[in-house]
Structures are given as structure tokens and as C-alpha cells.
């Protein structure tokens, strides 16, 4: 016989000794944008698991669902990944989207960002319903992140930064590169058009045929999927002014930049200039 077990997870002991002031839910990905960057939907503070039967008391099948249809911006606490058009930009959001897969997670929220994103910290759940990686940390033993000292500013800071000096000296991950350019330093395409080149590089050949086939007064559909990708991907969440001004000058033919222009306009104008480079190519791949 299975039986139901129901597993209440306490966590606000580990709040009040290292995340005062935060505030804990608990999540599972519905989509990973990139390293540092992830979508998620809320689960119930009460986690049900199915057991086989009556002796065997760990959890092996998560079956609860969505609390809601609301989807939740989580941006990693004090570090960042590559972008995912830099070296080891996709080999991290692989990593995440394997350590995350099928887990629930206990996001401890500190603050939002100017973009509505929650900038959290990351435990995730063991199948027992006990703490298990701590994500942040994870990618910076990993090799797949670097720690951001603008926001890294605890005491847990110092221990990940001794583990990002052990983990480029053991040449884990991006440290493998002879020169890694954290994403703060790397410089964005130096055109639009190489920008188009880039996203056409890592989107599937599925969301291609899809924006070819759409009509070009249905673009601004694409804004919440395939703008938040282009957002994520040349770090506009983080402010990236050059880029920035490229799309405007782009897209207004004026060399003097309007200082109310958005990520959200800038990524528009290259969905419609990638929209406009499907249009003159005869096989997608």
C-alpha cells in the first residue's frame, strides 16, 4: 500500500542565523535562462510525497503542484555567471537546469531589483525534504560563477571567495580559460546586427520558424519569452549602456541617446531586426 507522507520543512532557524530580513518560500524552476537567472513558480509550504509503502519512509515522487499560474524572476544572490553568449554561459545553465530538475527549491528572497527580479539566495531540496546544495555557492565551487563584491557583502562572501580562489587553481569550469572576462567586463556587440547574429546562434530552430512565420504587428508578443532571453543574454538586467544606445541609434537613426529608453524597447528592436533577418533566409537550421 502507498502511503501519503506529509513533510513540514522548517527553515527559520537557518533564516535567523544567516538571512535576517529575508523572506523564505518554496519553488520549483519552470525555466532556466541563464546561470544565474532562473524562472520558478511557487509550491506549498506543505510538500506531499508518495512512498511505496509503510516501512520505506523516504520520499521518492514529488506530487504537488503550482500554487498558481504566477511565474517569479530569481536572479542569484552575490555572484554572477557568464552571459550566454561568453564562454561557459550555456555550460552554466545546463549545470543549473541538472542540479534543479525535478527539486524543490527554498528561495530565501533579499531584495528586488529595478527589473522586478527577486535576488535570492538558494537551497536545494533533498528528496527527504531536508537542505541540500546551496545553489549560489554550488556555481561558485563549480567554476561557473565569479563572486560580485557590489552585492556580495556578508561574512558568508569570504568563504565563497576562498572557494572561487580554490576553484581557479584547480581550474574548474571557466577557469579553465586562459583569460575569463566576467560578464561586468565583457564588452556587447558592437552592432545590432551582431547582436541578431549572436541570439541566432543560441535560440532552437523551432523559436526561429515560429518568429519567421509571425506578422510583424504581432512582434511585441515576444516581449515576455524571447525579450526576456535577449535581456538576459547581453545582461541588460545589470544595466548595459552601450548596447543600449546601439538599439536606440538603431532604431531612431538619432546619435543623441534618449535616456528613457528601456531594456524592454531595446530588446524590441532586436526581435524585429532578427524577425526581419529570418525573413531573407530560405533554410533555418
Known amino acids: 500500500m502507498k502511503k501519503l507522507l506529509i513533510i513540514f520543512i522548517f527553515l527559520f532557524v537557518l533564516i535567523k542565523i544567516l538571512h535576517s530580513g529575508t523572506n523564505l518560500f518554496f519553488a520549483k524552476v519552470t525555466e532556466v535562462y541563464k546561470g544565474d ?3 520558478v513558480c511557487e509550491v506549498p509550504m506543505f510538500i506531499t510525497y508518495e512512498t511505496e509503502n509503510d516501512n520505506n519512509q ?16 530569481i536572479r542569484l544572490w ?12 550555456k555550460q552554466a545553465k545546463q549545470f543549473v537546469e541538472k542540479l534543479t530538475h525535478g527539486k524543490v527549491l527554498h528561495i530565501l528572497s533579499k531584495y528586488k531589483d529595478k527589473w522586478d527580479g527577486l535576488v535570492s539566495y538558494i537551497i536545494i531540496g533533498n528528496d527527504d525534504g531536508s537542505d541540500g546544495l546551496r545553489l549560489n555557492e554550488e556555481m561558485i565551487k563549480k567554476g561557473y560563477a565569479w563572486v560580485y563584491d557590489k552585492s556580495c557583502n556578508e561574512p558568508i562572501c569570504n568563504k565563497w571567495k576562498k572557494l572561487q580562489a580554490e576553484a581557479k587553481k584547480n581550474k574548474k569550469g571557466l577557469w579553465g580559460q586562459l583569460n575569463p572576462i566576467p560578464p561586468w567586463k565583457w564588452s556587447s556587440p558592437p552592432t545590432v546586427d551582431k547582436a541578431v547574429e549572436i541570439l ?9 520558424v515560429v518568429l519567421k512565420n509571425m506578422k510583424e504587428k504581432d512582434l511585441s508578443l515576444c516581449h515576455h519569452s524571447l525579450g526576456r532571453r535577449i535581456r538576459n543574454t547581453f545582461s541588460f538586467w545589470s544595466g548595459n549602456p552601450n548596447l543600449l544606445q546601439k538599439t536606440w541609434r538603431f532604431y531612431s537613426g538619432k546619435t543623441n541617446y534618449n535616456n528613457a529608453w528601456t531594456p524592454d524597447s531595446a530588446s524590441m528592436v532586436i526581435i524585429k531586426a532578427t524577425w526581419k533577418k529570418l525573413q531573407k533566409m530560405k533554410n533555418i537550421k
Open 37 to 39: 537567472t532562473i524562472i
Open 58 to 73: 523516504i520520499p521518492h515522487k514529488l506530487i504537488e503542484d503550482c500554487i498558481n499560474t504566477n511565474k517569479i524572476i
Open 78 to 89: 552575490g555572484i554572477e555567471c557568464p552571459n550566454l553568449s561568453q564562454e561557459y554561459g
Open 200 to 208: 541566432l546562434n543560441i535560440i532552437s530552430r523551432s523559436n526561429k
